[in-house]
């Protein structure tokens, strides 16, 4: 009953952008934080960025300067706009939002996206 949709990911060149974009629907009453993790093959999916629902933002060490996340509440979407990206880059990345289905929820729940893939290479 809640989905998150991914979409934006692809093949670019390294120096390149992309812009992922990650919607959320459904049966929501809120959604407290929101973020993008990534996994490459054989490694432990890592957080990339978060942004709370007032708007302050962590990211990962390897992406600041160059990775900007951003959310629009009203639609329940967030953006990763990654610019001069870089091979080591390359992962699936998926979207996560902790999600308060009802105004009577205790607390909310963590809910992932598919994953959609991000390739670096020239």
């Known amino acids: 009953q809640v989905q998150l949709v991914e979409s934006g990911g692809g093949l670019v060149q390294p120096g390149g952008s992309l812009r992922l974009s990650c919607a959320a629907s459904?049966?929501?009453?809120?959604?407290?934080?929101m973020g993008w993790y990534r996994q490459a093959p054989g490694k432990q999916r890592e957080l990339v960025a978060a942004?709370?629902?007032?708007?302050?933002?962590n990211y990962a060490d390897s992406v600041k300067g160059r990775f900007t996340i951003s959310r629009d509440n009203a639609k329940n979407t967030v953006y990763l706009q990654m610019n001069s990206l870089k091979p080591e880059d390359t992962a699936v990345y998926y979207c996560?939002?902790?999600?308060?289905?009802?105004?009577?929820?205790?607390?909310?729940?963590?809910?992932w996206g598919q994953g959609t893939q991000v390739t670096v290479s020239s």
């Open positions: 459904g049966s929501i009453f809120s959604i407290n934080a």
């Open positions: 996560n939002a902790n999600i308060l289905r009802y105004r009577w929820s205790a607390s909310g729940y963590d809910y």
């Open positions: 942004i709370t629902s007032g708007g302050s933002t």
